[in-house]
């Protein structure tokens, strides 16, 4: 019996059947699997912009296989067009109204199989805790990634246009000049051409073996993308045909696989936040401490943008995704059994894999960091542990001590970097700014970039209880924990306190006593976030950034 049953077999059904034939459905197709595709198209995100080119070939492959697509849409926001405003308060909070979205839609429409398209940031942990949720067969074809821009004859990105806005605030960069940036950073639709929280989340999709090799790396404007849809719609009905589902993908090996090619390749902090979600609704408990035990163990093999000049679209032509966990699996850092949406192992795959450009996909005894790309802090100041791109921090920040700024939103702190108030050794605090205090837990681009800009990322430390950007660089400490709003000692800190950063050995601290940070505590006032709305109930709701920001009932 196949589930979609529920809306087409038996005399009950027969109102059913006659809504399906308002939609054009034929008697022919009565008989047929129906797959629901969960696409994300829409006119504000250039990653997005493109989708229903996609969504039409992965018709076409479900069509040709037997089966029949049925489309829905869900929300998403452009993290760049949110940036620095309001708006990023409602970017984190998605995710969880895209998984609830989709499981709604998929649970009142009967669908038996689905094909997920995400691409940008919050639409992918979405869409992989809702087929989580649903636990019926699936795959995941995203949108591919933007191709870099050229200035100068240097590859650009996103990020820097952030930092370039950083130059032109410092007199290095003429109007003329940041013109021309602007109009050459963002050359094609697709997910931003660097390592950010998009692309790390796609490669991470396949990594979990939720999408077919190539979907973290193919570019956007390539006509492989629009193959590798057609492939994903035919792929489906052989998933259905040998019911595999979510659950049977993503198991604890599979997050842990996941993670070690996220060192590997020195994806974003937000990882931190969306493969323990992810996980939570798979029914595996993956915690921040994984991250640093595979960090210790696996190096970062890849440098690309923010943190290096090489670009999605290299790491597609080095031998992508695959081509990295080749390189895990032979050193032992990989579990080759994991099941996939291929229908072969991760050994299989590995097998199959190529490394052509050993600059970008680096030797395992020639890494491009010594340790995985990210790592976990904890100490006085983060007792439940804080996260930082350790690969993009510069040699001379991997520890530093100096005297606190400190802020209590973005805007602030912004304002002060601008007006000259932030000086070499400076360590800038932005706090009330996690999913509590923001609310939202807000990226923050725009500080990191003009710090960056400005020729102080070697010389100035940033860290808060909301996030940085997957585009950032330099020693940016995001997801201090517990956060300000919680009475964390984040919340304690005052201008001048000098706070120790020590990278290699994992740790955060500011330079007071124990006594001291308890009387400070003592004389906090309780803090409550002055929103209304879905913001308002967002706050009451998430939990932790340590846990990776679920909402908790």
């Known amino acids: 019996m196949m589930r979609s049953d529920n809306l087409k077999k038996g005399d009950r059904r027969a109102p059913h059947r006659s809504l399906l034939k308002g939609l054009g459905f034929i008697n022919e197709e009565m008989d047929k699997p129906i797959i629901g595709i969960a696409n994300s198209f829409n006119e504000i995100i250039p990653g997005h912009v493109h989708l229903q080119t996609l969504v039409q070939s992965v018709k076409d492959g479900i069509r040709m296989a037997g089966g029949v697509p049925m489309e829905f849409n869900t929300i998403g926001i452009c993290d760049g067009l949110a940036m620095n405003h309001i708006g990023m308060k409602y970017s984190l909070v998605t995710r969880q109204i895209v998984a609830d979205s989709i499981e709604a839609t998929a649970m009142a429409t009967p669908f038996d199989a689905m094909v997920f398209i995400p691409n940008c940031d919050k639409v992918v942990p979405g869409m992989l805790m809702a087929a989580a949720r649903l636990n019926i067969p699936s795959i995941f074809i995203s949108g591919g990634a933007m191709l870099a821009g050229v200035y100068k004859g240097k590859k650009i990105g996103l990020s820097n246009v952030f930092e370039y806005v950083g130059q032109f605030e410092s007199g290095k960069m003429s109007a003329k000049e940041l013109n021309m940036v602007e109009d050459m950073a963002c ?13 790390t989340m796609n490669c991470l999709t396949e990594a979990l073996g939720m999408g077919l090799p190539g979907n973290g790396t193919v570019p956007a404007v390539f006509s492989e993308r629009l193959r ?22 993503m198991t604890k090996e599979a997050f842990i696989n996941a993670v070690a090619v996220d060192m590997a390749l020195g994806g974003s902090t937000n990882t931190a936040l969306h493969l323990p979600a992810v996980a939570h609704d798979a029914g595996v408990k993956l915690t921040i401490d994984d991250f640093n035990e595979i960090a210790a163990r696996v190096p970062q093999l890849c440098k690309l943008s923010p943190s ?4 999605i679209e290299d790491l597609y032509r080095a ?17 080759g059994s994991q099941k996939t949406v291929t229908l072969k192992t991760q050994e299989e795959l590995c097998k199959e894999a190529y490394i052509n450009d050993e600059d970008v996909i680096k030797p395992w005894d020639k890494p491009a960091y010594a340790s995985g790309g990210l790592a976990v802090l904890k100490g006085n100041l983060a007792e439940q542990g804080s996260v930082v791109k350790a690969g993009a921090v510069a040699d001379e920040m991997q520890v530093h001590s100096g005297p606190a700024k400190v802020y209590d939103s973005e805007e602030d702190a912004v304002d002060a970097i601008l007006g000259g108030k932030v000086k070499s050794g400076d360590v800038v605090v932005i706090r009330y700014e996690g999913p509590k205090g923001g609310p939202g837990m ?11 800009g400005m020729g102080l990322d070697k010389e100035v430390a940033l860290l808060t209880d909301g996030r940085f950007s997957g585009a950032t660089r330099g020693a ?19 201008d001048g306190d000098i706070i120790e950063i020590d990278i290699p050995n994992r740790t955060l601290n500011v330079k007071l006593s124990d006594e001291e940070i308890a009387v400070r505590k003592a004389n906090l006032k309780p803090y409550k976030p002055e929103v209304s709305g879905y913001l308002k109930k967002y706050a009451m709701h998430v939990g ?3 846990n990776g920001a679920i909402e908790e009932y």
């Open 187 to 199: 050359p094609t639709c697709g997910s931003c051409s660097g390592m950010y929280t998009a692309n």
């Open 319 to 335: 031998g992508g995704v695959t081509g990295v966990m080749r390189r895990l699996f032979e050193n032992g850092e990989l579990d």
């Open 544 to 546: 932790s950034a340590v």
């Open 476 to 494: 940016s400490i995001g997801h201090v924990c517990p956060e300000a709003a919680s009475g964390g000692t984040i919340a304690i800190v005052e």
């Open 308 to 311: 290096g000049e090489y670009f």
């Open 442 to 452: 807000r990226e923050m681009l725009t500080p990191t970039s003009v710090i960056a």
């Open 228 to 249: 590798l849809a057609k492939k994903a719609g035919m792929q489906i009905l052989e998933i259905l045909k040998a019911d595999l589902k979510p659950r049977d993908i």
